[in-house]
């Protein structure tokens, strides 16, 4: 290989391991406004829910309530709640292993600028980044289902109070 070619890879692989150490900075960034905004917006309403269902049945002692949709709606809220922790968790995996995925790239882009050799993509940096992606997709669904938990609890309670 000609000390031109040479030095021409040593000059990518350092922009592309400086371009990889900012995505690992930045992942941390976002794994973190995950879980805050996650949490936020799937176990509140839910969790909220919960609380103002509980405290109208304790007070509504004038009123009739159907206690089958009262308990339909109480387990969907639940459900709810428990897809939308668990959809958090998964928000928090997907970025971890694509943390990882970035530090793998870090990893071989400083062999490359050691080295002056260009290297191929490595099994570690696939494999993070395809479990990410599947714990990613895994929380889309479940943060899903936890909003579809929440409008038919709501329509539960609708009902309840209908009956």
């Not at 897809?83 to 400083?110: C, E, I, T």
């Not at 479990?131 to 889309?140: C, E, L, V």
């Amino acid at each position: 290989m000609s000390e031109v070619v040479r030095e021409q890879v040593m000059r990518e692989a350092q922009q592309d391991f400086q371009l990889a150490s900012a995505d690992a900075v930045e992942r941390v960034k976002i794994q973190a406004s995950l879980a805050d905004r996650a949490l936020q917006a799937l176990l509140i309403s839910n969790g909220g829910a919960l609380i103002a269902l509980f405290s109208f049945v304790a007070s509504s002692s004038a009123i009739r309530l159907s206690v089958a949709a009262t308990r339909s709606a109480f387990g969907l809220f639940v459900t709810g709640l428990f897809l939308g922790l668990v959809a958090h968790l998964l928000a928090f995996m997907s970025q971890d292993r694509f943390m990882h995925s970035s530090f793998a790239q870090m990893l071989r882009f400083q062999r490359m600028m050691n080295s002056g050799e260009r290297e191929d993509i490595t099994e570690d940096e696939l494999r993070y980044y395809r479990t990410g992606n599947h714990y990613y997709y895994a929380g889309i669904v479940l943060a899903f289902g936890s909003i579809l938990a929440f409008t038919a609890g709501c329509g539960a309670a609708l009902f309840g109070l209908a009956s």
